[in-house]
């Protein structure tokens, strides 16, 4: 019962370690990232019994990753995969909600704010809620 959310939890570290990269951080960043992220105790608490919180982990620091993906590349294929993540997310929990306000709000206050001209940001949020509604409830099938 433990291994799944202890995968979980070791998954989360492939997309924070990405976005270390990303940010510029050298070998010695992304290992005292990683060290940080295991040691802390929301990670120990979450990951260390079956529960949805590990799954989270994994989805909130994907959903980041493709934030800081995209905002470096401009390439709006990542807007696709962030409602897919931000989608999946929502069906796990509904906090991923909070995450796209804050998302949003940054796009209105920064330079950003050009995506807000295109189709982009729009598709991943239809993405994201096409996730939560056209997948079905498998406790209501049941």
């Known amino acids: 019962m433990r291994l799944i959310p202890a995968l979980f939890g070791a998954l989360a570290l492939i997309p924070l370690n990405l976005s270390v990269q990303l940010l510029g951080g050298s070998r010695k960043a992304v290992i005292l990232a990683s060290i940080a992220f295991i040691l802390s105790p929301i990670y120990l608490a979450y990951c260390g019994y079956y529960s949805m919180n590990s799954i989270d982990l994994l989805l909130w620091s994907s959903a980041i990753y493709l934030v800081i993906k995209l905002q470096k590349s401009q390439d709006p294929k990542y807007w696709i995969w962030l ?22 709000i940054s796009l209105i206050l920064t330079d950003e704010r050009k995506w807000l001209s295109t189709r982009w940001p729009y598709l991943a949020g239809i993405t994201a809620l096409f996730n939560v509604f056209a997948i079905p409830d498998l406790e209501c099938a049941a």
């Open 83 to 104: 409602g897919v993540t931000m989608g999946l997310a929502l069906l796990n929990k509904i906090g991923m909600l909070w995450f796209g306000l804050g998302l949003f």
